[in-house]
């Protein structure tokens, strides 16, 4: 019995390497809010992280403060936006994802530990008309 050529295997990994780095989106958003996470002990990782919609909820970026001022920026993805343009937005992306992703779409807010709750809770009331009823808050754990 001949034994298996393998000459061309190298070649093959290689290109479906390629394929799945070229494929591969990865998503990464450029921070013009500064914040500091707050810290938990009861924390779980999010599993469907493709579904995901980042909220960064903080103080302007040491770019943007001369310009902003610094008063508490709410930043979308990539942009920064009112309460009123978040509602609309988040039902946006919500239209253009499948069925299947809709069900499994969550809004991680990145919040800074000093953000007044008043502003969560109007961010948190446009979600709701938004129909993004699964929230998630970034946290780092706390060490007890």
């Known amino acids: 019995?001949?034994?298996?050529?393998?000459?061309?295997?190298?070649?093959?990994?290689?290109t479906v390497l390629f394929f799945f780095m070229i494929v591969t989106h990865m998503r990464q958003a450029d921070l013009k809010v500064q914040y500091r996470v707050p810290?938990?002990?009861?924390?779980?990782?999010?599993t469907h992280k493709s579904t995901a919609q980042y909220l960064y909820i903080g103080p302007p970026s040491k770019e943007l403060q001369p310009t902003m001022g610094k008063q508490t920026l709410?930043?979308?993805?990539?942009r920064i936006v009112s309460i009123d343009e978040l509602r609309e937005?988040?039902?946006?992306?919500?239209?253009?994802?499948?069925?299947?992703?809709?069900?499994?779409m969550v809004v991680c807010i990145r919040a800074d530990r000093s953000t007044d709750m008043g502003l969560l809770s109007d961010v948190k009331r446009a979600l709701r008309e938004a129909n993004a009823l699964k929230?998630?808050?970034?946290a780092v754990e706390t060490d007890e």
């Open 1 to 14: 019995m001949p034994a298996l050529n393998t000459a061309s295997l190298p070649d093959l990994i290689f």
């Open 39 to 46: 810290q938990g002990t009861e924390l779980s990782r999010l």
């Open 74 to 78: 709410i930043q979308l993805n990539d």
């Open 89 to 104: 937005l988040l039902a946006e992306q919500r239209r253009l994802m499948s069925d299947e992703d809709q069900e499994r």
């Open 135 to 138: 929230i998630s808050y970034s």
